[in-house]
């Protein structure tokens, strides 16, 4: 879990149990975290930097200085991809050399407004979803040429938004922050589900939710700012 606050990354069981810290100096913030065999790819869009960190040991394997502002970032195919944040870009990371890397291409979602945001990106089959802020968020759907494909969730369904992910059954799950609740939408976009408003047990209830993450053994996790940060597990088929 990224620990922005601390600039560090706290490592879990799947149970919820602790198990270690990683810090490194050299690491000044920390906003988004992605696990690759034995190593952590940080982004840090404040000093426009990726570091790359052995997840046993912490100890620092790569760091660069990049020539955008890195976002949401995903691995596909074997390969690290890094959202642009305000140029609605991906680019392909290199794990040696990031001179080495290319801009792979711009979505074209016909977005002008400058204070666009691409908040969070995930690939899925030959698929690339984004979370984009114009005003308002919602979930596009491209191939792999960057051509839109689809609107899928409408800026009109979701306030405020942070993380998303796409499920094995290709639904969508959405962090809602203004909502307290985690939004799920079909593939077409439909929805379906929301998790985290229970009426009759407070300690279900979600404040202000952020990242989430769906482990392989069918548990979504989400990180909430109840009672400054806490984690929430839920059953999810």
């Known amino acids: 879990i990224a620990d922005c606050y601390n600039s560090r990354i706290q490592v879990f069981t ?16 920390v906003h988004r975290v992605l696990c690759v065999g034995l ?14 960190i052995n ?11 990049l020539e955008f502002t890195p976002g949401g970032l995903d691995v596909f195919e074997g ?3 890094i959202a642009d944040f305000k140029m609605l870009c991906l680019y392909r990371y290199d794990d040696e050399l990031y001179q080495e890397s290319k801009l792979v291409l711009k979505f ?28 308002n968020f919602k979930v596009n759907t491209f191939d792999l040429e960057g051509n839109l494909l689809a609107c899928l969730i409408p800026e009109s369904m979701v306030t405020k938004a942070f993380y998303f992910c796409v499920d094995k059954k290709e639904n969508i799950l959405i962090s809602s922050w203004e909502d307290n609740q985690v939004l799920v939408f079909t593939g077409k976009g439909k929805p379906i589900l929301r998790i985290g408003n229970s009426v009759k047990a407070e300690n279900d209830c979600l404040v202000h939710p952020r990242g989430i993450g769906l482990l392989e053994t069918g548990v ?18």
Request: aromatic letters at 8%.
């Open 14 to 29: 799947s149970e919820g149990k602790h198990k270690k810290t990683l810090k490194h100096h050299e690491v000044l913030n």
């Open 79 to 81: 390969v690290t991809y």
């Open 220 to 237: 979504l996790v989400v990180c909430d700012n109840k009672d400054s940060t806490c984690l929430h597990s839920y059953v999810y088929i």
């Open 55 to 65: 997840k046993c040991n912490g100890e620092l394997l790569v760091s660069e200085e």
């Open 108 to 135: 074209a979602d016909g977005a002008k407004n400058e204070e666009s945001r691409l908040l969070d990106v995930t690939f899925f089959r030959d698929c690339i979803y984004t979370l984009l802020e114009n005003m």
């Open 39 to 52: 190593s952590l790819f940080i982004t840090d869009p404040m000093n426009k930097q990726i570091h790359k």
